[in-house]
């Protein structure tokens, strides 16, 4: 049995951004609108991705045993009386639940933050599954996206081809942490980086909290809020605990979005917290 993809088709992707790039984002909005188009590119990739520790959902889907656990609660929880009767949708939300959802941003989010801070060029030091992109591409507003997973640019490339947009795109493939940000011209730094001790990605080396925030967190937040544009923002949707290595930038203000819960099942509140440059 094959992993249950949603597998959106091309139309279907397209369809999605359009939705998106009609949407209103006059106020903050947890609107799923744009993920379909993001999943054509990035869902494969995005199952084989770790949580907490966990084996990825691909992973676990590979072994039989797990498997026949995973459908047999399929059953169960959907009352449902066969395997014959199960839905993917219906796999796919124990999946979700025994082994964690990874993030897959709003681009209805983004879209608000961009408009908010009326944005001409973003920068986001963390591009992971191109949903702020997206965002950005729907507004025909200009992108710079850094990654360093190295498996992730062809997906970018195929973004920008498959969806209309008149936004000039820059993608970096390297550490965020070893970027001249000085080189880049960009009004707003908005971002959702890698939670240290809940997400696993290619190229993350790092061994302990201390060495991420160190070595990667503190030094790319400083670099990047170095270059921005005076008069721009630097907007981050991170755990307060992960913000307070960033007080060394000034003060800040707190807003609150909604976050679906990543076990699947209703939202959570969240803070995402921005600063000024003067």
Same mark, same amino acid.
């Given at each position: 049995?094959d992993?249950? =993809?949603?597998?959106?088709?091309?139309?279907?992707?397209?369809?999605?951004?359009?939705?998106l790039?009609?949407?209103?984002?006059?106020?903050?909005?947890?609107?799923?609108?744009?993920?379909?188009a993001?999943? =054509?590119?990035?869902?494969?990739?995005?199952?084989?991705?770790? =949580?907490?520790g966990?084996?990825?959902?691909?992973?676990?889907?590979?072994?039989?045993?797990?498997?026949?656990?995973?459908?047999a609660n399929?059953?169960?929880?959907?009352?449902?009386?066969?395997?014959?009767?199960?839905? +993917? &949708?219906n796999?796919?939300?124990?999946?979700? #639940?025994?082994? %964690?959802?990874? &993030?897959?941003?709003? $681009?209805?989010?983004?879209? /608000?933050i961009?408009?908010?801070?009326?944005?001409?060029?973003?920068?986001?030091?963390?591009?992971?599954? %191109?949903?702020?992109?997206?965002?950005?591409?729907?507004?025909?507003?200009?992108?710079? %996206?850094?990654?360093?997973?190295?498996?992730?640019? @062809?997906?970018?490339?195929?973004?920008?081809?498959? !969806?209309?947009?008149?936004?000039?795109?820059?993608?970096?493939?390297?550490?965020?942490?070893?970027?001249? /940000?000085?080189?880049?011209?960009?009004?707003?730094? !908005?971002?959702?980086? $890698? #939670?240290?001790?809940?997400?696993?990605?290619?190229?993350?080396? /790092?061994?302990?909290?201390?060495? !991420?925030?160190?070595? =990667?967190f503190?030094?790319t937040? @400083? +670099?990047?809020?170095?270059?921005?544009?005076?008069?721009g923002?630097?907007?981050?949707?991170?755990?307060?605990?992960?913000?307070?290595?960033?007080?060394?930038?000034?003060?800040f203000?707190?807003?609150?979005?909604?976050?679906?819960?990543?076990?699947?099942? %209703?939202?959570? &509140?969240?803070?995402?917290?921005?600063?000024? +440059?003067?």
């Amino acid at each position: 049995m094959d992993y249950p =993809y949603k597998n959106p088709t091309k139309s279907d992707a397209i369809y999605d951004y359009q939705k998106l790039v009609e949407f209103d984002a006059s106020a903050m909005d947890h609107s799923r609108v744009g993920i379909l188009a993001c999943d =054509y590119i990035f869902e494969k990739i995005r199952s084989k991705v770790s =949580y907490k520790g966990r084996k990825s959902k691909f992973d676990a889907w590979k072994n039989l045993d797990e498997r026949n656990k995973i459908i047999a609660n399929a059953i169960k929880w959907h009352d449902k009386t066969s395997e014959a009767d199960l839905t +993917k &949708a219906n796999i796919r939300s124990v999946l979700n #639940y025994t082994y %964690g959802s990874v &993030a897959n941003f709003r $681009p209805a989010v983004a879209k /608000y933050i961009y408009r908010r801070f009326k944005a001409k060029c973003v920068l986001d030091p963390s591009a992971g599954w %191109g949903n702020r992109m997206i965002a950005a591409m729907s507004m025909d507003i200009d992108y710079i %996206g850094v990654d360093s997973n190295k498996k992730l640019r @062809s997906g970018y490339k195929k973004m920008y081809k498959t !969806f209309k947009s008149n936004s000039n795109i820059e993608i970096i493939t390297a550490k965020s942490q070893d970027v001249d /940000y000085s080189k880049l011209s960009y009004d707003l730094v !908005f971002t959702s980086p $890698p #939670y240290f001790d809940i997400e696993r990605y290619d190229g993350m080396a /790092y061994v302990d909290k201390e060495t !991420f925030l160190e070595d =990667y967190f503190i030094p790319t937040f @400083s +670099k990047v809020f170095h270059s921005l544009k005076r008069g721009g923002h630097l907007a981050i949707n991170c755990p307060s605990e992960m913000i307070k290595h960033l007080t060394f930038l000034g003060k800040f203000k707190k807003s609150k979005m909604q976050i679906s819960n990543r076990n699947g099942g %209703g939202y959570a &509140a969240h803070e995402w917290i921005y600063w000024l +440059k003067k």
